[in-house]
Antibody
Framework: QVTLKESGPALVKPTQTLTLTCTFS??????????VSWLRQPPGKAPEWLGR???????FYSTSLKTRLFISKDTSKNQVFLKMTNMDPVDTATYFC????????????WGQGALVTVSS | DIQMTQSPPSVSASVGDRVTITCRAS??????LAWYQQIPGKAPKLLIY???SLASGAPSRFSGSGSGTDFTLIISNLQPEDFATYYC?????????FGQGTNLDIK
């Protein structure tokens, strides 16, 4: 059974760095072709893809946010991390991690999401 | 980036109805389209991938069609648990982009 779960702070101040952890089970990020993405969804809006990390360590980021994002992984602990710098109130959203099966572009399993509010 | 446009933004229907939601891509994406269902407070759930393939666990009353730039999600015999927001997502090229959503509510 595949599961993913996000964890991290619910509240961050403007200009701070957000760090979120995605802990997953039921698959391995060392499996050829496996990938994990981060997405976010502001209240009442559509999901927005932020970036992904691949089984081989390759990383890809949203063009508009790439200067603020860093995604890393700890394969032995089945964890993927998201760092987002210089947080702003417009970054208030529910942040999700999701699995991309090998060779596909769709997200077949999602975490429950973590609501992050940016406010002083 | 590929732009995805869904219509209608919202639709009202009754249990037992058939509902059609459309999604248009700003360029040809072949059959590289997924549909998701999202219940408030929950994560999106994959319903359809590759435009017409039913995801594991998705009920057979959901069906998808289309290729190129125009796609359709049909929900037959609406059930109470189907009232939710539906999103399309192109899976053809990075960045993978979503439509703005269609809210399906009870008439």
């Amino acid at each position: 059974q595949v599961t993913l779960k996000e964890s991290g702070p619910a509240l961050v101040k403007p200009t701070q760095t957000l760090t979120l952890t995605c802990t997953f089970s039921g698959f391995s990020l060392s499996t050829f072709g496996m990938r994990v993405s981060w997405l976010r969804q502001p209240p009442g809006k559509a999901p927005e893809w932020l970036g992904r990390i691949d089984w081989d360590g390759d990383r890809f980021y949203s063009t508009s946010l790439k200067t603020r994002l860093f995604i890393s992984k700890d394969t032995s602990k089945n964890q993927v991390f998201l760092k987002m710098t210089n947080m702003d109130p417009v970054d208030t959203a529910t942040y999700f991690c999701a699995r991309l099966p090998p060779g596909t572009g769709y997200f077949d399993h999602w975490g429950q999401g973590a609501l992050v509010t940016v406010s002083s | 980036d590929i732009q995805m446009t869904q219509s209608p933004p919202s639709v009202s229907a009754s249990v037992g109805d058939r509902v059609t939601i459309t999604c248009r891509a700003s360029q040809d994406i072949n059959s590289q389209l997924a549909w998701y269902q999202q219940i408030p407070g929950k994560a999106p759930k994959l319903l359809i991938y590759a435009a017409s393939s039913l995801a594991s666990g998705a009920p057979s009353r959901f069906s998808g069609s289309g290729s190129g730039t125009d796609f359709t999600l049909i929900i037959s015999n609406l059930q109470p648990e189907d009232f939710a927001t539906y999103y399309c997502q192109q899976t053809d090229s990075f960045p993978f982009t979503f439509g703005q959503g269609t809210n399906l509510d009870i008439k």
